[in-house]
């Protein structure tokens, strides 16, 4: 039905840079906020950033001013650009969107895997 798909993850040094994007796909008529969030082993997962179909957003406080969140709305796509990196980034980097199939529900990705080295 609907499917998002995350990409852009891997290893990075600390101070570097990565890019996800996240593709939602299937019988969608419309998408309102989508956002990222992350999980790191033994910790709760934490909201990241969100950004409503209008293009304003909201950021943790500990990625404020490093992560800019974007969308999309022609490739159904949300983006989070990444930079300075620190090792406590580490995580799994989930995608979700509100999305009107029939009605709204929140869709997950499966996460795509940010490792920072020290």
């Given amino acids: 039905q609907v499917q998002l798909v995350e990409s852009g993850g ?44 209008g293009g304003t957003t909201n950021y943790a406080d500990s990625v404020k001013g490093r992560f800019t969140i974007s969308r999309d709305n022609t490739k159904s796509t949300v983006y ?11 995580a799994g980097y989930y995608c979700n969107a509100d999305i009107m199939v029939v009605l709204y ?11 920072v080295s020290s």
């Fill in 10 to 53: 891997g290893l990075v040094q600390a101070g570097g840079s990565l890019s996800l994007s996240c593709v939602a796909s299937g019988s969608i008529h419309a998408i309102n906020a989508m956002g990222w969030s992350r999980q790191a082993p033994g910790k709760q997962r934490e909201l990241v950033a969100t950004i409503t179909s």
């Fill in 80 to 90: 989070l650009q990444m930079n300075s990196l620190k090792p406590e980034d580490t």
């Fill in 105 to 115: 529900y929140n869709y997950w990705g499966q996460g795509t895997q940010v490792t």
